[in-house]
Protein backbone atom coordinates (compact mmCIF):
# COMPACT_ATOMS: atom_id res chain seq x y z
CA UNK A 1 0.00 0.00 0.00
CA UNK A 2 1.70 3.73 -1.06
CA UNK A 3 1.85 5.78 1.79
CA UNK A 4 1.26 9.34 1.75
CA UNK A 5 4.04 11.86 1.78
CA UNK A 6 3.30 13.18 5.37
CA UNK A 7 6.01 16.08 7.18
CA UNK A 8 8.56 14.69 8.45
CA UNK A 9 7.97 15.84 11.95
CA UNK A 10 4.48 14.39 11.98
CA UNK A 11 5.62 10.56 10.37
CA UNK A 12 7.85 10.71 13.42
CA UNK A 13 5.40 11.02 15.90
CA UNK A 14 2.97 8.46 13.98
CA UNK A 15 5.42 6.11 13.63
CA UNK A 16 6.16 6.64 17.70
CA UNK A 17 2.19 6.60 18.25
CA UNK A 18 1.69 3.26 16.52
CA UNK A 19 3.43 1.36 19.14
CA UNK A 20 0.95 0.99 21.68
CA UNK A 21 3.41 1.53 24.75
CA UNK A 22 3.90 5.22 23.63
CA UNK A 23 0.05 5.62 22.95
CA UNK A 24 -2.06 7.14 26.39
CA UNK A 25 -4.10 4.47 28.53
CA UNK A 26 -7.90 4.45 27.50
CA UNK A 27 -10.34 3.90 30.54
CA UNK A 28 -9.12 1.78 33.23
CA UNK A 29 -11.74 0.62 35.88
CA UNK A 30 -11.23 3.21 38.24
CA UNK A 31 -12.23 5.41 35.38
CA UNK A 32 -15.45 4.15 34.52
CA UNK A 33 -15.88 3.52 38.24
CA UNK A 34 -15.93 7.83 37.92
CA UNK A 35 -17.76 8.14 34.77
CA UNK A 36 -21.06 5.69 35.88
CA UNK A 37 -20.69 7.47 39.50
CA UNK A 38 -20.75 10.73 38.49
CA UNK A 39 -22.52 10.50 34.74
CA UNK A 40 -25.52 7.83 35.90
CA UNK A 41 -25.78 7.44 39.29
CA UNK A 42 -25.42 11.11 40.12
CA UNK A 43 -28.19 12.36 37.88
CA UNK A 44 -30.20 9.36 38.81
CA UNK A 45 -30.25 10.58 42.50
CA UNK A 46 -30.50 14.38 41.36
CA UNK A 47 -33.67 13.54 39.57
CA UNK A 48 -35.18 11.64 42.29
CA UNK A 49 -34.20 14.40 44.97
CA UNK A 50 -35.38 17.44 42.90
CA UNK A 51 -39.14 15.67 42.38
CA UNK B 1 18.29 19.09 29.94
CA UNK B 2 15.79 20.11 26.73
CA UNK B 3 17.52 20.95 23.48
CA UNK B 4 16.36 24.17 21.36
CA UNK B 5 15.19 21.68 18.54
CA UNK B 6 13.48 19.70 20.84
CA UNK B 7 11.99 22.48 22.36
CA UNK B 8 10.75 24.20 19.54
CA UNK B 9 9.25 21.43 18.19
CA UNK B 10 7.67 20.72 20.84
CA UNK B 11 6.19 24.02 21.01
CA UNK B 12 5.14 23.49 17.21
CA UNK B 13 2.98 20.69 18.04
CA UNK B 14 1.37 22.21 20.80
CA UNK B 15 -0.14 24.77 18.41
CA UNK B 16 -0.77 21.77 15.07
CA UNK B 17 -3.02 19.66 15.42
CA UNK B 18 -0.30 16.62 15.38
CA UNK B 19 -0.65 14.03 18.11
CA UNK B 20 1.21 14.44 20.83
CA UNK B 21 3.80 12.06 22.87
CA UNK B 22 3.81 10.80 26.06
CA UNK B 23 6.73 13.25 26.85
CA UNK B 24 4.23 16.31 25.71
CA UNK B 25 1.23 15.47 27.80
CA UNK B 26 2.00 16.55 30.76
CA UNK B 27 -0.76 17.80 32.72
CA UNK B 28 -2.12 15.66 35.39
CA UNK B 29 -5.43 15.41 37.41
CA UNK B 30 -5.88 18.61 38.90
CA UNK B 31 -3.88 20.74 35.92
CA UNK B 32 -6.52 19.17 33.84
CA UNK B 33 -9.37 19.78 35.94
CA UNK B 34 -8.67 23.38 36.58
CA UNK B 35 -8.37 24.13 32.63
CA UNK B 36 -11.46 22.39 32.33
CA UNK B 37 -13.47 24.01 34.97
CA UNK B 38 -12.07 27.36 34.00
CA UNK B 39 -13.34 26.42 30.20
CA UNK B 40 -16.72 25.62 31.65
CA UNK B 41 -17.38 28.06 34.12
CA UNK B 42 -18.31 31.34 31.95
CA UNK B 43 -21.57 33.34 32.06
CA UNK B 44 -23.10 31.47 29.77
CA UNK B 45 -23.79 29.17 32.73
CA UNK B 46 -26.58 32.51 34.17
CA UNK B 47 -28.10 32.59 30.76
CA UNK B 48 -28.74 28.25 30.78
CA UNK B 49 -29.45 28.95 34.65
CA UNK B 50 -32.33 31.87 33.29
CA UNK B 51 -33.53 29.25 30.71
CA UNK B 52 -34.29 26.84 33.63
CA UNK B 53 -36.03 28.96 35.50
CA UNK B 54 -38.34 30.11 33.01
CA UNK B 55 -39.68 26.91 33.36
CA UNK B 56 -38.95 25.23 37.01
CA UNK B 57 -38.55 26.55 40.26
CA UNK B 58 -35.15 27.03 42.22
CA UNK B 59 -34.69 23.25 43.62
CA UNK B 60 -36.74 21.66 40.01
CA UNK B 61 -34.69 23.95 38.22
CA UNK B 62 -30.81 23.15 39.84
CA UNK B 63 -31.77 19.28 39.91
CA UNK B 64 -32.77 18.98 36.78
CA UNK B 65 -30.15 20.83 35.40
CA UNK B 66 -27.09 18.80 37.67
CA UNK B 67 -28.53 15.84 36.13
CA UNK B 68 -29.01 16.84 32.41
CA UNK B 69 -25.16 18.19 32.68
CA UNK B 70 -24.16 14.95 34.08
CA UNK B 71 -25.24 13.05 31.66
CA UNK B 72 -24.51 15.32 28.48
CA UNK B 73 -20.61 15.23 30.09
CA UNK B 74 -20.82 11.72 29.83
CA UNK B 75 -21.94 11.14 26.43
CA UNK B 76 -19.03 13.94 25.41
CA UNK B 77 -16.63 11.84 27.76
CA UNK B 78 -17.41 8.77 25.39
CA UNK B 79 -17.22 10.03 22.56
CA UNK B 80 -14.36 12.29 21.54
CA UNK B 81 -12.42 11.60 24.85
CA UNK B 82 -10.68 8.14 24.10
CA UNK B 83 -9.51 8.84 20.76
CA UNK B 84 -7.91 12.01 22.18
CA UNK B 85 -6.63 10.76 24.98
CA UNK B 86 -5.28 7.90 23.46
CA UNK B 87 -3.34 9.34 20.53
CA UNK B 88 -3.29 12.94 22.01
CA UNK B 89 -5.29 14.60 19.35
CA UNK B 90 -7.96 17.18 19.38
CA UNK B 91 -12.11 16.77 19.19
CA UNK B 92 -11.74 16.66 14.94
CA UNK B 93 -9.34 14.46 14.58
CA UNK B 94 -11.46 12.22 16.74
CA UNK B 95 -14.01 12.15 14.05
CA UNK B 96 -12.33 11.08 11.61
CA UNK B 97 -12.82 7.00 11.94
CA UNK B 98 -16.45 7.72 11.49
CA UNK B 99 -16.67 10.93 9.05
CA UNK B 100 -13.73 9.58 6.75
CA UNK B 101 -10.93 11.60 5.59
CA UNK B 102 -12.41 14.03 4.60
CA UNK B 103 -16.36 13.98 5.78
CA UNK B 104 -14.29 15.18 9.08
CA UNK B 105 -14.97 18.98 7.66
CA UNK B 106 -18.72 18.38 9.02
CA UNK B 107 -17.52 17.98 13.03
CA UNK B 108 -15.08 20.72 11.96
CA UNK B 109 -17.82 23.36 10.68
CA UNK B 110 -20.14 22.61 13.92
CA UNK B 111 -17.04 23.10 15.60
CA UNK B 112 -15.90 26.68 14.44
CA UNK B 113 -19.74 27.81 14.91
CA UNK B 114 -20.33 26.43 18.13
CA UNK B 115 -16.99 27.73 19.45
CA UNK B 116 -17.85 31.07 17.52
CA UNK B 117 -21.43 31.67 18.99
CA UNK B 118 -20.18 31.11 22.63
CA UNK B 119 -17.43 33.17 22.86
CA UNK B 120 -19.99 36.06 20.61
CA UNK B 121 -22.12 35.29 23.41
CA UNK B 122 -19.33 35.81 26.58
CA UNK B 123 -18.33 38.84 25.06
CA UNK B 124 -21.58 40.37 24.20
CA UNK B 125 -22.77 39.28 27.65
CA UNK B 126 -19.71 41.07 29.19
CA UNK B 127 -20.50 43.97 27.29
CA UNK B 128 -23.74 44.20 28.56
CA UNK B 129 -22.75 43.54 32.43
CA UNK B 130 -20.14 46.53 31.61
CA UNK B 131 -22.48 49.22 30.58
CA UNK B 132 -24.49 48.51 33.66
CA UNK B 133 -22.03 48.56 36.21
CA UNK B 134 -20.96 52.03 34.21
CA UNK B 135 -23.93 53.48 33.89
CA UNK B 136 -25.25 52.63 37.51
CA UNK B 137 -21.84 54.38 38.51
CA UNK B 138 -22.62 57.14 36.49
CA UNK B 139 -19.45 57.20 34.75
CA UNK B 140 -20.88 56.95 30.92
CA UNK B 141 -24.13 57.89 29.92
CA UNK B 142 -26.84 56.40 28.37
CA UNK B 143 -25.06 57.66 24.77
CA UNK B 144 -21.82 55.79 24.68
CA UNK B 145 -23.37 52.42 24.71
CA UNK B 146 -22.28 51.76 21.31
CA UNK B 147 -18.61 52.80 21.73
CA UNK B 148 -18.16 51.35 24.97
CA UNK B 149 -19.26 47.69 23.58
CA UNK B 150 -17.38 47.97 20.79
CA UNK B 151 -14.18 48.72 22.99
CA UNK B 152 -14.89 45.56 24.91
CA UNK B 153 -15.03 43.43 22.18
CA UNK B 154 -11.67 44.64 20.35
CA UNK B 155 -10.42 44.53 23.75
CA UNK B 156 -11.09 41.35 24.82
CA UNK B 157 -9.94 39.93 21.93
CA UNK B 158 -6.69 41.74 21.88
CA UNK B 159 -6.19 39.96 25.24
CA UNK B 160 -7.47 36.09 23.99
CA UNK B 161 -4.70 36.88 21.46
CA UNK B 162 -2.23 37.41 23.61
CA UNK B 163 -2.55 35.14 25.65
CA UNK B 164 -2.91 32.32 23.19
CA UNK B 165 0.86 33.58 21.70
CA UNK B 166 2.06 30.68 22.85
CA UNK B 167 0.00 27.71 22.55
CA UNK B 168 -1.39 25.73 25.05
CA UNK B 169 0.75 27.38 27.63
CA UNK B 170 -1.73 30.23 27.41
CA UNK B 171 -4.47 28.09 28.48
CA UNK B 172 -3.16 26.74 31.33
CA UNK B 173 -1.47 30.03 32.64
CA UNK B 174 -4.92 31.84 32.61
CA UNK B 175 -6.60 28.76 34.29
CA UNK B 176 -4.19 28.77 37.06
CA UNK B 177 -5.42 32.44 37.43
CA UNK B 178 -9.04 32.99 36.35
CA UNK B 179 -9.97 29.70 38.24
CA UNK B 180 -10.39 31.63 41.66
CA UNK B 181 -13.60 33.18 39.82
CA UNK B 182 -15.36 30.10 40.36
CA UNK B 183 -15.25 30.29 44.00
CA UNK B 184 -16.72 34.16 43.79
CA UNK B 185 -19.60 32.61 41.68
CA UNK B 186 -20.26 30.50 44.80
CA UNK B 187 -19.75 33.33 47.09
CA UNK B 188 -22.47 35.45 44.99
CA UNK B 189 -25.10 32.34 44.39
CA UNK B 190 -24.50 32.21 48.61
CA UNK B 191 -25.52 36.08 49.06
CA UNK B 192 -28.33 35.29 46.96
CA UNK B 193 -29.79 32.70 48.34
CA UNK B 194 -29.15 33.82 51.82
CA UNK B 195 -30.71 37.34 50.95
CA UNK B 196 -33.34 36.28 49.53
CA UNK B 197 -34.29 33.02 50.31
CA UNK B 198 -37.76 33.49 50.93
CA UNK B 199 -38.29 34.98 47.79
CA UNK B 200 -36.29 32.44 45.81
CA UNK B 201 -38.99 29.84 47.52
CA UNK B 202 -42.16 31.96 46.75
CA UNK B 203 -40.81 32.80 43.05
CA UNK B 204 -43.01 31.24 39.92
CA UNK B 205 -41.13 30.38 36.76
CA UNK B 206 -42.25 33.03 33.98
CA UNK B 207 -42.80 30.58 31.19
CA UNK B 208 -43.83 27.12 32.71
CA UNK B 209 -46.06 24.72 31.42
CA UNK B 210 -49.38 23.10 32.56
CA UNK B 211 -47.58 20.05 32.22
CA UNK B 212 -45.03 19.38 35.40
CA UNK B 213 -43.25 16.32 33.69
CA UNK B 214 -42.40 18.91 30.48
CA UNK B 215 -40.94 21.64 32.64
CA UNK B 216 -38.89 19.13 34.04
CA UNK B 217 -37.57 17.16 31.02
CA UNK B 218 -36.74 20.63 29.68
CA UNK B 219 -34.49 21.08 32.21
CA UNK B 220 -32.90 17.99 32.26
CA UNK B 221 -32.66 18.89 28.26
CA UNK B 222 -31.63 22.29 28.21
CA UNK B 223 -28.55 20.79 30.60
CA UNK B 224 -27.66 17.83 28.21
CA UNK B 225 -27.75 20.68 25.38
CA UNK B 226 -25.19 22.69 27.13
CA UNK B 227 -22.97 19.95 27.96
CA UNK B 228 -23.16 18.74 24.59
CA UNK B 229 -21.16 21.85 23.13
CA UNK B 230 -18.17 20.78 25.23
CA UNK B 231 -17.55 18.13 22.67
CA UNK B 232 -15.28 20.80 20.69
CA UNK B 233 -13.34 21.87 23.39
CA UNK B 234 -12.97 19.04 25.42
CA UNK B 235 -10.46 16.94 22.64
CA UNK B 236 -7.59 20.07 22.37
CA UNK B 237 -7.60 20.08 26.24
CA UNK B 238 -7.82 16.40 27.22
CA UNK B 239 -4.74 15.89 25.03
CA UNK B 240 -2.24 17.37 27.24
CA UNK B 241 -3.55 14.27 29.68
CA UNK B 242 -1.45 10.98 29.48
CA UNK B 243 -4.39 8.96 30.31
CA UNK B 244 -7.90 7.90 30.68
CA UNK B 245 -7.42 7.36 34.73
CA UNK B 246 -6.26 10.75 35.15
CA UNK B 247 -8.97 12.34 32.89
CA UNK B 248 -11.74 10.77 33.75
CA UNK B 249 -12.96 12.55 37.19
CA UNK B 250 -11.19 16.14 35.78
CA UNK B 251 -13.76 16.02 32.78
CA UNK B 252 -17.07 15.04 35.09
CA UNK B 253 -15.72 16.98 38.24
CA UNK B 254 -13.83 20.27 36.56
CA UNK B 255 -16.00 20.54 33.06
CA UNK B 256 -19.30 18.76 33.93
CA UNK B 257 -20.17 20.21 37.54
CA UNK B 258 -18.99 24.27 37.20
CA UNK B 259 -22.35 24.33 34.75
CA UNK B 260 -25.20 23.10 37.20
CA UNK B 261 -23.58 24.80 39.95
CA UNK B 262 -23.04 28.10 38.79
CA UNK B 263 -26.33 28.21 36.31
CA UNK B 264 -28.12 27.96 40.08
CA UNK B 265 -27.05 31.45 40.05
CA UNK B 266 -28.95 32.28 36.76
CA UNK B 267 -32.15 30.44 38.42
CA UNK B 268 -32.23 32.32 41.50
CA UNK B 269 -31.55 35.58 39.62
CA UNK B 270 -34.32 35.23 36.86
CA UNK B 271 -36.80 33.67 39.43
CA UNK B 272 -36.22 36.50 42.85
CA UNK B 273 -35.22 39.79 40.41
CA UNK B 274 -36.20 38.74 37.28
CA UNK B 275 -33.02 38.81 35.73
CA UNK B 276 -29.69 36.64 35.17
CA UNK B 277 -26.92 38.75 34.90
CA UNK B 278 -25.08 38.80 38.61
CA UNK B 279 -23.59 42.35 37.53
CA UNK B 280 -26.87 43.86 37.32
CA UNK B 281 -28.50 41.58 40.65
CA UNK B 282 -25.35 42.11 42.53
CA UNK B 283 -25.70 45.41 42.38
CA UNK B 284 -29.20 45.46 43.46
CA UNK B 285 -28.62 43.12 46.33
CA UNK B 286 -25.11 44.47 47.75
CA UNK B 287 -24.72 48.11 46.50
CA UNK B 288 -21.97 49.05 43.53
CA UNK B 289 -18.77 47.46 45.68
CA UNK B 290 -21.11 43.80 45.28
CA UNK B 291 -21.38 45.18 40.92
CA UNK B 292 -18.02 45.97 40.63
CA UNK B 293 -17.29 42.43 42.20
CA UNK B 294 -19.20 40.85 39.89
CA UNK B 295 -18.51 42.65 36.74
CA UNK B 296 -14.96 41.35 37.35
CA UNK B 297 -16.03 37.81 37.95
CA UNK B 298 -17.62 38.09 34.65
CA UNK B 299 -14.84 39.73 33.12
CA UNK B 300 -12.94 36.57 34.54
CA UNK B 301 -14.96 33.54 33.88
CA UNK B 302 -15.63 34.69 29.99
CA UNK B 303 -11.87 35.53 29.28
CA UNK B 304 -11.06 31.76 30.86
CA UNK B 305 -13.66 30.54 28.54
CA UNK B 306 -13.02 32.41 25.49
CA UNK B 307 -9.15 31.49 25.65
CA UNK B 308 -9.90 27.55 26.15
CA UNK B 309 -12.68 27.73 23.35
CA UNK B 310 -10.25 29.74 20.82
CA UNK B 311 -7.11 27.39 21.36
CA UNK B 312 -9.73 24.56 20.63
CA UNK B 313 -10.75 25.87 17.16
CA UNK B 314 -7.44 27.41 15.94
CA UNK B 315 -6.47 23.55 16.46
CA UNK B 316 -9.24 22.22 14.80
CA UNK B 317 -8.78 24.65 11.72
CA UNK B 318 -5.08 23.08 11.48
CA UNK B 319 -7.40 19.89 9.75
CA UNK B 320 -7.18 22.26 7.12
CA UNK B 321 -4.87 21.92 4.36
CA UNK B 322 -5.05 25.33 3.74
CA UNK B 323 -3.90 26.32 7.41
CA UNK B 324 -1.93 23.80 8.09
CA UNK B 325 1.52 25.80 7.83
CA UNK B 326 -0.44 29.37 8.33
CA UNK B 327 2.11 31.14 11.49
CA UNK B 328 0.13 30.58 14.66
CA UNK B 329 -0.60 33.97 15.15
CA UNK B 330 -2.53 34.53 11.74
CA UNK B 331 -4.33 31.42 12.54
CA UNK B 332 -5.72 32.71 16.05
CA UNK B 333 -6.24 35.85 14.03
CA UNK B 334 -8.94 33.67 11.81
CA UNK B 335 -10.32 32.20 15.16
CA UNK B 336 -11.24 35.37 16.92
CA UNK B 337 -12.49 37.70 13.75
CA UNK B 338 -16.09 35.98 13.77
CA UNK B 339 -16.32 36.26 17.50
CA UNK B 340 -15.33 39.87 17.09
CA UNK B 341 -17.50 40.67 14.17
CA UNK B 342 -21.16 39.07 16.09
CA UNK B 343 -20.30 41.18 18.57
CA UNK B 344 -19.61 43.52 16.83
CA UNK B 345 -22.71 43.69 14.42
CA UNK B 346 -25.69 41.83 15.51
CA UNK B 347 -24.74 41.07 19.21
CA UNK B 348 -28.86 41.64 20.47
CA UNK B 349 -29.73 39.30 17.35
CA UNK B 350 -27.79 36.77 18.70
CA UNK B 351 -28.20 37.54 22.19
CA UNK B 352 -32.22 37.09 21.69
CA UNK B 353 -31.82 34.04 20.17
CA UNK B 354 -30.03 31.74 23.13
CA UNK B 355 -32.60 28.80 23.41
CA UNK B 356 -32.42 28.01 19.78
CA UNK B 357 -28.67 28.02 19.78
CA UNK B 358 -28.57 25.74 22.32
CA UNK B 359 -31.04 23.17 21.18
CA UNK B 360 -29.27 23.38 17.36
CA UNK B 361 -26.20 22.41 19.56
CA UNK B 362 -28.22 19.29 20.59
CA UNK B 363 -29.29 18.91 16.83
CA UNK B 364 -25.75 18.77 15.63
CA UNK B 365 -23.81 17.06 18.55
CA UNK B 366 -26.27 14.59 19.93
CA UNK B 367 -26.29 12.73 16.54
CA UNK B 368 -22.28 13.28 16.27
CA UNK B 369 -21.70 11.86 19.96
CA UNK B 370 -24.25 8.45 19.10
CA UNK B 371 -21.88 7.68 16.22
CA UNK B 372 -18.81 8.32 17.64
CA UNK B 373 -19.85 6.04 20.54
CA UNK B 374 -21.63 3.50 18.28
CA UNK B 375 -18.36 3.00 16.62
CA UNK B 376 -15.62 3.34 18.90
CA UNK B 377 -17.14 0.97 21.76
CA UNK B 378 -19.41 -1.33 19.63
CA UNK B 379 -18.08 -1.63 16.29
CA UNK B 380 -14.34 -1.11 16.24
CA UNK B 381 -14.14 -2.12 20.10
CA UNK B 382 -10.97 0.47 20.62
CA UNK B 383 -9.23 -0.24 17.15
CA UNK B 384 -8.15 2.90 15.66
CA UNK B 385 -5.51 3.45 13.16
CA UNK B 386 -3.45 7.16 14.75
CA UNK B 387 -2.04 7.01 11.04
CA UNK B 388 -5.34 6.89 9.58
CA UNK B 389 -6.29 9.69 11.45
CA UNK B 390 -3.40 11.94 9.17
CA UNK B 391 -3.17 10.23 6.16
CA UNK B 392 -6.67 10.98 3.94
CA UNK B 393 -5.13 9.46 0.60
CA UNK B 394 -6.37 5.96 -1.36
CA UNK B 395 -4.56 3.83 1.16
CA UNK B 396 -6.04 5.42 4.27
CA UNK B 397 -8.15 3.23 6.21
CA UNK B 398 -10.64 5.86 6.85
CA UNK B 399 -11.22 6.90 3.07
CA UNK B 400 -14.47 5.04 2.92
CA UNK B 401 -15.78 6.25 -0.47
CA UNK B 402 -14.13 9.65 -2.18
CA UNK B 403 -13.20 10.94 1.83
CA UNK B 404 -17.16 10.34 3.09
CA UNK B 405 -18.33 8.27 5.32
CA UNK B 406 -21.71 7.22 4.03
CA UNK B 407 -23.13 5.71 7.50
CA UNK B 408 -21.86 8.81 9.22
CA UNK B 409 -23.78 11.19 7.01
CA UNK B 410 -27.45 8.99 6.96
CA UNK B 411 -26.78 8.37 10.68
CA UNK B 412 -26.37 12.36 11.04
CA UNK B 413 -29.50 13.04 8.97
CA UNK B 414 -31.60 10.50 11.14
CA UNK B 415 -30.43 11.65 14.58
CA UNK B 416 -31.29 15.52 13.04
CA UNK B 417 -34.43 14.42 12.20
CA UNK B 418 -35.35 12.66 15.19
CA UNK B 419 -34.40 15.36 16.79
CA UNK B 420 -36.72 18.20 15.02
CA UNK B 421 -39.73 15.52 15.33
CA UNK B 422 -39.25 15.67 18.97
CA UNK B 423 -38.55 19.02 19.68
CA UNK B 424 -38.84 22.06 17.37
CA UNK B 425 -35.36 23.89 18.05
CA UNK B 426 -36.94 27.24 17.35
CA UNK B 427 -40.56 27.42 19.06
CA UNK B 428 -39.62 24.95 21.79
CA UNK B 429 -43.23 23.17 20.69
CA UNK B 430 -42.19 19.55 21.61
CA UNK B 431 -43.74 15.71 20.36
CA UNK B 432 -44.35 12.91 22.90
CA UNK B 433 -42.24 10.79 23.94
CA UNK B 434 -39.99 13.88 24.55
CA UNK B 435 -41.64 14.48 27.90
CA UNK B 436 -40.15 11.26 28.73
CA UNK B 437 -37.06 10.67 27.31
CA UNK B 438 -35.98 14.06 25.90
CA UNK B 439 -34.58 14.91 22.31
CA UNK B 440 -31.01 14.81 22.89
CA UNK B 441 -31.09 11.34 24.25
CA UNK B 442 -32.97 9.37 21.52
CA UNK B 443 -30.99 11.29 19.49
CA UNK B 444 -27.77 10.12 19.73
CA UNK B 445 -28.98 6.44 20.69
CA UNK B 446 -30.84 6.82 17.58
CA UNK B 447 -27.67 7.56 15.17
CA UNK B 448 -26.07 5.41 16.96
CA UNK B 449 -28.15 2.30 15.93
CA UNK B 450 -28.36 3.49 12.43
CA UNK B 451 -24.71 4.18 12.05
CA UNK B 452 -24.19 0.81 13.83
CA UNK B 453 -26.48 -0.86 10.97
CA UNK B 454 -25.45 1.02 8.03
CA UNK B 455 -21.91 -0.09 8.72
CA UNK B 456 -22.77 -3.42 8.88
CA UNK B 457 -25.00 -4.31 6.22
CA UNK B 458 -22.74 -1.46 3.34
CA UNK B 459 -19.60 0.00 4.56
CA UNK B 460 -17.57 -3.76 6.41
CA UNK B 461 -19.35 -5.99 4.09
CA UNK B 462 -17.42 -3.41 1.51
CA UNK B 463 -14.23 -3.62 2.91
CA UNK B 464 -14.10 0.30 3.45
CA UNK B 465 -13.20 1.74 7.13
CA UNK B 466 -10.52 -0.34 8.42
CA UNK B 467 -12.88 -2.74 10.40
CA UNK B 468 -11.52 -6.02 9.38
Redesign the interface.
Known amino acids: ?4 K ?1 HP ?2 ER ?2 R ?3 EPK ?7 G ?3 M ?2 IG ?3 V ?3 I ?2 L ?3 | MMSDTTEAVLIEADKSAWPLLPGERTWGPWQLGISLATAAAATWCYIIGEYVGYYLNFDEGFFTLLAGSMIGMLIVALAAVPVAIRFGVDSIASSKPQFGSRGWVIPAAMQFVSIVGWNSLLLIFFAKSTRQLLLALGWIGEDSHGYLVQATVLLASALVFLFLLKGSAGVDRVAKILVAHVFVGFWMLYILVTQRWDDLQAAVPAYASTDARWNYTTGVEIGIVSLLSWWPYIGAMVRMAPSGRKAAAPIMIGMGLPVPLLSAIGIAGILVLQVSDPAEWMRTVGGPVYGVIALLFVAAANLGTAVAGVYSSSIGLRHFPAFQHLHWPTLLLISIAPVGLVGLFIPELFFANFGTFLAFIGLGFAPLCGIQIADYYLLRRGRISVRGLFEGGTGSPYRFWGGFNPAALVAMIAGVLTYLYLLNPITYASRSPYEYVTASLPTAALAGIVFALVTALVVRPAGKGGYE
Open positions: MAQELELRLLLENQGQDYDLAWALLGVLPVALIGR
